[in-house]
């Protein structure tokens, strides 16, 4: 995506003019302020993996951070307080006048699109969408919404032991 910039400001331009990003650039590094044009939800990647799965139809814009630790889901402006009933599940809101920082690069360190907004003129999520679809597993007859996908301790012992069958079984 990124391999005809070769500046900050090349980057700024197309992320502007592909997906109608209100970008400004702050110390060369491409941002969006939340404020009256948009709004940002920081999520633990576990749960934003689960509600990018939710509204993948909708192409929301979706960055997580250099570790993959939080994903930040850009939304229409925050008007209410709702988010604050997520706190347990690590749902942080962007207050007004918080930077977003923007993917740069397509390799190396830094933030990543989790999921690239759609070119074209912005569409946002509403921020209810977002709760939404949260609300929905918290509620749903799966375990705990930021449950990881990972094996648990069980699985992996009953897998290293299988895996021992086959090496002593192969060596034989």
């Known amino acids: 995506m990124f391999e005809s910039c070769y500046t900050p400001v090349d980057i700024a331009h197309l992320l502007r003019h592909r997906y109608g990003?209100?970008?400004?650039?702050?110390?060369?590094?491409?941002?969006?302020?939340?404020?009256?044009?948009?709004?940002?939800l920081d999520l633990p990647s576990t749960l934003g993996?689960?509600?990018?799965?939710?509204?993948?139809?909708?192409?929301p814009a979706v960055i997580s951070d250099e570790r993959d630790t939080r994903w930040t889901f850009l939304v229409e402006p925050l008007t209410l307080s709702s988010p604050a009933r997520f706190t347990d599940l690590g749902v942080v809101p962007r207050r007004a006048g918080r930077r977003v920082l923007l993917p740069m690069s397509d390799k190396g360190f830094g933030c990543r699109w989790a999921?690239?907004?759609?070119?074209?003129?912005?569409?946002?999520?509403?921020?209810?969408?977002?709760?939404?679809?949260i609300e929905r597993l918290r509620t749903?007859?799966?375990?705990?919404?930021?449950?990881?996908?990972?094996?648990?301790?069980?699985?992996?012992?009953?897998?290293?032991?299988?895996?021992?069958?086959?090496?002593?079984?192969?060596a034989s």
């Open 21 to 40: 990003l209100p970008v400004e650039l702050t110390a060369d590094r491409a941002t969006v302020v939340c404020g009256p044009r948009i709004g940002a």
């Open 49 to 59: 993996r689960r509600v990018l799965a939710l509204l993948a139809d909708t192409c």
């Open 115 to 133: 999921s690239r907004p759609s070119p074209g003129p912005l569409h946002l999520p509403a921020v209810s969408d977002v709760l939404d679809a």
């Open 140 to 170: 749903g007859p799966s375990c705990h919404p930021c449950q990881d996908d990972r094996p648990t301790t069980e699985s992996k012992s009953s897998m290293a032991s299988s895996s021992a069958v086959h090496v002593l079984a192969s």
